[in-house]
């Protein structure tokens, strides 16, 4: 079956550590994004792919680092400048151009602070 | 950035009920799409809407963009244990722009 798989479910980081949150689609999809996802509040884009090897800034990008060197895969580092790291990550895919609203999310990513 | 108004924020409602919610901006959208969030999961894409005044089913779920391209409306008739979550509206201003998205609406049955 085709997806989006994140993993894990549940992460733990301690202070001054950087983590890395895993993304893997294969449904053939050029564009991946990570939104970060806070009580009470809509989704807040952190960085987006449209092509491999090419990545744009969101909103929200400060604290965060990502890479694409391969289709499937949009791995996303929440390093240790990023100083409230507790939140919900969601990780999507679309096809590029015609129909890009439509997004398939993983499950997320719970992330805490010890 | 900028932001889309989703109200309700939350609703509590009896099994059965007709539900209503609405998103508005101070933009023009070319795109309008409701999501369904489940508690624990990614959100899934319900209703995708393309032209102003355009009203679209998706079983119980019905969906219009509003006629000024600024707002757009969600309606469940006869609401079931199953559609409790959250709802989001996102607008999209054109096929190459990331989509804006509005805050949710918490969608909660008394049993």
């Known amino acids: 079956d085709g997806g989006i798989t994140q993993s894990p479910k549940y992460l733990f980081r301690k202070e001054g550590q950087n983590v890395t949150l895993s993304c893997e689609q294969n449904?053939?999809?050029?564009?991946m994004y990570w939104y970060r996802q806070d009580p009470g509040q809509g989704l807040r884009l952190i960085y987006y792919?449209?092509?491999?090897?090419?990545?744009q800034k969101g909103d929200i990008a400060e604290g965060y680092s990502v890479s694409r060197e391969k289709k499937e895969s949009f791995p996303l580092t929440v390093t240790s400048a990023q100083k409230n790291p507790t939140a919900f990550y969601l990780c999507a895919s679309s096809v590029s151009g015609t129909e890009s609203e439509k997004l398939f999310f993983g499950s997320g990513t719970q992330l805490s602070v010890l | 950035g900028q932001q889309l108004n989703q109200s309700p924020q939350s609703m509590f409602i009896q099994e059965g009920e007709d539900v209503s919610m609405n998103c508005t901006s101070s933009?023009?959208?070319?795109?309008w799409l409701w999501y369904k969030q489940d508690p624990g999961e990614g959100p899934v894409l319900l209703i995708a809407?393309?032209?102003a005044g355009e009203l679209t089913s998706n079983g119980r779920l019905t969906a219009q963009f509003g006629i000024t391209r600024k707002d757009s409306f969600l309606n469940i008739s006869a609401s079931i244990p199953s559609d409790v979550g959250i709802y989001f509206c996102?607008?999209?201003?054109?096929?190459?722009?990331?989509?804006?998205w509005g805050a949710g609406t918490k969608l909660i049955i008394k049993p």
């Open positions: 792919s449209q092509i491999v090897n090419d990545f």
């Open positions: 809407l393309y032209k």
């Open positions: 933009s023009i959208f070319n795109t």
């Open positions: 996102a607008g999209q201003l054109g096929s190459n722009y990331q989509l804006i």
């Open positions: 449904l053939n999809h050029d564009a």
